[in-house]
């Protein structure tokens, strides 16, 4: 007891009061194996340490969600790993702004959303998302939402290919104590997932991985997430937040991103999802409002010349006049193009017998963006998609705050709010919280020199859950920063989609060696 009496007042007087809670058991873990496939179907069995469920907060509000898992790899293929300095693969599981929880989980793989989210359309596909005999499509927590699933695979693979897994819990939009408050809405899940990567890098030698190679990976709310993750690394932005969760004292910045149909810029997307999907009728038939529509594509011209882009590959500055040329050009017709040359003579020959409005020629696919609107076909959201006028979108959720379940968050919103609420403005707080939920915010008001440099970003051309100009925005804002950014668009993907998993896994060691 002595000698434990000196450890605990030489940690005391070290001064972090949560370093004990706080602190990672190297030898707490379990051993596993699993067999895992990998893109070529070849089968991998990997012995994995296993650490179940750790609270990565001194203070936490709901440790069922404020939680992580670790594995980490030491044997594949019957030769021994040391995963010491191998690259941390963060992959969060949060889907629809939702809680996601690792509390029970048992193996890797283990996160999910509660409630599944919004159920992507299209999301799995078919033969590339690799399998692990011990948890199969399912996670953990016995969900089998497809956001989970996309990131699952990557995972997977991660493992197999020697990098330590951490997935994350974070609190999500729906959680409410018993006073009827909300506690998870926004920032909640920024704040989590940072002091998520607080608590690993507070942990450096104690954790396995390489602390300063942190890579984080999600879809859809998680893949807003994950870029907004990279983007705010070490913002003092978020620091009472932190501290009132009593996270570890470290830096949050991490090495790269990896984001999958990112639903973010949240306070922009209605007049981008406008400009893109604004003639598209609704899955019933029926078309949206044509003269909301109208306001809100005239607010996202206005908005996209502010930005002052410039697209990839010397195309000059986008605007809402020419970005329909430019997703053609730089984005839909490459993907096309790949997609199409993949297929066997025959296959691509009926595929474009049924598609007449692509040329194919010279090995290459060409067809104009009126087209393309028509071929993806019913836009999956009303209007306006996000700042709902009745308050019913999932992001009206987000921006709740105390008792309010939900609140506008754009000043359009506001004023055409049809739920008889007496102001006709967002509240107070509402500027606030955009910023702190906002990748842009960090990119554009703020260039954040401790951002992540390099970013993986991926969308499926037929995902109408957000404007494809959101990740196209993104990606033109971190290139001409001078970032590394690897953004490819799936054919003929809907929402959810990873059809290249193992290329990202690839990317990793790439970026990380
Ligand atoms: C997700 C989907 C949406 O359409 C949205 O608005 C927010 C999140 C999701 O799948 O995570």
């Not at 290459?364 to 028509?374: E, G, K, V």
């Not at 939900?406 to 919280?433: C, M, Q, W």
Request: charged residues 20%; proline residues 4%.
């Amino acid at each position: 007891a002595a000698v434990g009496g000196i450890a605990l007042s030489a940690q005391a007087s070290s001064g972090a009061s949560s370093s004990d809670s706080l602190k990672f058991d190297p030898d707490g873990f379990s051993k596993l194996t699993t067999t895992i496939t990998d893109t070529e179907g070849t089968e991998h069995e990997v012995t994995y340490h296993f650490w179940k469920a750790i609270t990565y907060v001194a203070d936490p509000v709901d440790a069922t969600y404020q939680s992580l898992i670790v594995s980490a790899p030491v044997e594949i293929d019957g030769t021994t790993v040391d995963p010491t300095h191998a690259p941390i693969l963060l992959a969060n599981s949060i889907g629809g702004y939702m809680p996601a929880s690792v509390a029970d989980a048992t193996e890797v793989g283990g996160g999910g959303s509660a409630a599944g989210g919004t159920p992507p359309s299209g999301a799995a596909p078919s033969g590339a998302a690799p399998s692990s005999s011990s948890s199969a499509a399912s996670n953990a927590n016995g969900n089998t939402n497809a956001t989970g699933g996309a990131t699952s695979s990557n995972q997977l693979l991660a493992l197999a290919a020697g990098y330590v897994v951490i997935e994350p819990g974070a609190r999500g939009r729906t959680l409410k104590n018993s006073d009827g408050e909300y506690y998870g809405t926004a920032p909640a899940a920024i704040v989590d997932l940072k002091a998520a990567v607080r608590y690993i890098r507070a942990n450096k030698g104690l954790i396995p991985g390489d602390v300063e190679r942190i890579v984080s990976a999600g879809t859809s709310a998680g893949g807003a997430l994950s870029s907004l993750l990279g983007a705010s690394g070490d913002s003092p932005i978020y620091d009472r937040y932190l501290k009132e969760l009593g996270a570890a004292d470290a830096s949050d910045a991490i090495f790269a991103v990896g984001a999958w149909c990112p639903i973010t810029d949240l306070e922009h997307a209605d007049g981008a999802y406008e400009w893109n999907w604004g003639t598209n009728d609704l899955a019933t038939g029926k078309q949206v409002d044509q003269s909301v529509s109208k306001d809100l594509k005239a607010q996202f011209a206005e908005y996209q010349a502010g930005l002052k882009l410039r697209g990839l590959n010397r195309f000059g500055p986008l605007t809402a006049r020419n970005y329909d040329d430019y997703l053609v050009e730089q984005y839909l017709q490459p993907s096309a193009t790949e997609y199409l040359a993949a297929l066997s003579d025959s296959d691509r020959e009926t595929y474009l017998a049924k598609n007449t409005f692509i040329t194919w020629s010279g090995g290459r696919a060409t067809f104009s963006w009126d087209d393309f609107l028509t071929h993806v076909g019913a836009r999956k959201k009303d209007t306006p998609a996000f700042d709902a006028f009745d308050l019913s979108a999932g992001e009206n959720n987000e921006f709740g705050a105390g008792t309010n379940e939900t609140r506008h968050f754009t000043a359009y919103g506001a004023k055409n709010d049809s739920t008889g609420l007496g102001t006709k403005r967002v509240a107070a707080d509402i500027p606030e919280k955009l910023n702190l939920m906002n990748p842009m915010f960090h990119l554009v008001e703020k260039v954040n020199d401790r951002r992540s440099k390099h970013w993986w970003i991926r969308l499926g051309t037929s995902d109408s859950d957000t404007s494809h100009v959101i990740s196209a925005n993104l990606a033109a804002r971190l290139d001409n920063l001078g970032d590394d950014v690897n953004h490819l668009y799936y054919w003929d993907q809907g929402h959810g989609a990873n059809t290249d998993p193992g290329d990202f896994i690839t990317w990793i060691a790439t970026v990380t060696g």
